[in-house]
């Protein structure tokens, strides 16, 4: 692979993960890791063997609604935690809003109709788009900052001490007033 397409994908790969990151870190309590991964997992698809062919290809499976459905499903199942499900689905959500307005699309019905992939055919990788992405990102990080400073500065071990170390005022019971 030549260098030009190596540093295309790598800037592709870090603002999937960034813009994730940024959405779930401004807009839910969760642990905004989780965007980072989320935010880029369905490129993964990159890793698929070539021969084993359609849909684990790059644009495929991985970048259709239906694997967006399932694995929400999949990770409220294990979490019980519609917090950490709706912070998912901004991270996966993001990324296929974003490959869908590029020339190639996605495939929004599959596998009803897998050739239809209406796109606006933007350059969405391109410097300039790049740039707009990140500073909309670093925004919303700048905007929660702002919002929560408190609390985000109060860390739970605090909050636990704090609730520890509050002795109970102790109370006479009977056998003291009888003495
Ligand atoms: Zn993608």
């Given at each position: 692979m030549e260098l030009g397409r190596v540093l295309f994908l790598l800037s592709a790969f870090a603002t999937h993960s960034f813009i994730g990151y940024a959405l779930v870190r401004g807009c839910t309590d969760v642990d905004p890791r989780l965007g980072l991964v989320l935010g880029l997992?369905?490129?993964?698809?990159?890793?698929?063997?070539?021969?084993?062919g359609w849909p684990f290809v790059?644009?495929?499976?991985?970048?259709t609604p239906l694997f967006a459905i399932g694995l929400l499903a999949g990770l409220y199942l294990v979490n019980r935690n519609r917090s950490v499900t709706l912070a998912g689905g901004l991270a996966i959500g993001s990324h296929l809003a974003i490959d869908s307005?590029?020339?190639?699309?996605?495939?929004?019905?599959?596998?009803?109709?897998?050739t239809w992939n209406p796109s606006l055919?933007?350059?969405?990788?391109s410097p300039t788009a790049t740039a707009l992405l990140w500073m909309a990102a670093l925004g919303l990080l700048a905007f929660r900052a702002i919002q929560r400073p408190s609390h985000d500065r109060e860390p739970a071990t605090d909050r636990k001490h704090k609730h520890e170390t509050e002795q109970p005022t102790p109370t006479p019971d009977a056998t003291t007033e009888l003495e």
């Open positions: 997992l369905p490129d993964s698809d990159f890793l698929f063997p070539a021969d084993w790059h644009r495929g499976l991985t970048h307005l590029s020339p190639m699309g996605i495939r929004w019905l599959f596998p009803l109709k897998t055919g933007l350059a969405v990788h």
